[in-house]
């Protein structure tokens, strides 16, 4: 080999090269800074689990894909309370067997990821809620006692949320679910939950799934509240 062909295969090998370490080192943009935790790999399992299985009542929960590297941490009460105190965060309540919950949750996570938003602080409280009905009497009736933790969020999310349907009595409020609430320095900026245009198209039948234009309208409802929290 003469000279000129060494030089030339030299520089051939040390693009080579670079473009290896380049591809080694460098970090791919669909998980920025997020790692795979144990939370994260649970929410995956709990809501991706349901995939397509029959709820036993005719209907097929509908099959959701949830990143691995998901911001999702498993909270509990007192730590809610405390960012609604005096912290800065979002929080989901939510539940895997929620088919309003099944359509939100993807769009609510790759929001997050999107805008480098983490943790989302998770807690499923649909045994913890209250059920309440009215008698033919017109007396409100107390079926299922709520916990008293779901019932100190009620009362301190009152201004937010809205009427426990069927009660006719505007002083009952009822954490429905899907709940999203933006947190800013104790202060809730707002509290989303189904989104509105695709529960008027589905007609109360959330085992459809939300179309591109919905999942975007609800991913930039999110991204609002992503934005206010920075």
């Given at each position: 080999m003469n000279k000129k062909a060494k030089v030339i295969t030299g520089v051939i090998v040390a693009i080579i090269l670079v473009i290896m370490g380049y591809f080694m080192f460098s970090k791919k943009d669909d998980g920025p800074?997020?790692?795979?935790?144990?939370?994260?790999?649970?929410?995956?399992?709990?809501?991706?689990?349901?995939?397509?299985?029959d709820n036993g009542n005719g209907k097929n929960y509908l099959s959701i894909d949830i990143k691995s590297y998901n911001p999702i941490s498993y909270s509990n009460y007192e730590e809610i309370f405390d960012i609604l105190d005096k912290g800065t965060g979002v929080i989901y309540l939510g539940f895997p067997e929620c088919p309003w919950c099944r359509n939100l949750v993807p769009v609510l996570v790759d929001s997050a990821l999107e805008e480098k938003v983490s943790p989302i602080y998770y807690l499923n409280i649909s045994s913890d809620r209250n059920t309440l009905s009215l008698t033919k009497k017109g007396k409100i009736k107390t079926e299922k006692k709520g916990t008293e933790d779901y019932l100190k969020l009620v009362d301190i999310l009152k201004d937010y949320l809205p009427v426990y349907d069927g009660l006719k009595d505007d002083s009952i409020k009822r954490i429905y679910l899907p709940t999203v609430i933006f947190v800013k320095d104790g202060k809730v900026l707002g509290l989303e939950e189904t989104l509105e245009s695709y529960s008027k198209r589905v007609d109360g039948n959330p085992y459809l799934e939300m179309n591109d234009s919905e999942k975007e309208e609800l991913s930039n409802i999110f991204k609002d509240y992503y934005a206010k929290l920075k």
């Open positions: 800074s997020y790692t795979i935790t144990n939370d994260s790999l649970k929410f995956k399992e709990e809501y991706e689990g349901l995939n397509g299985k």
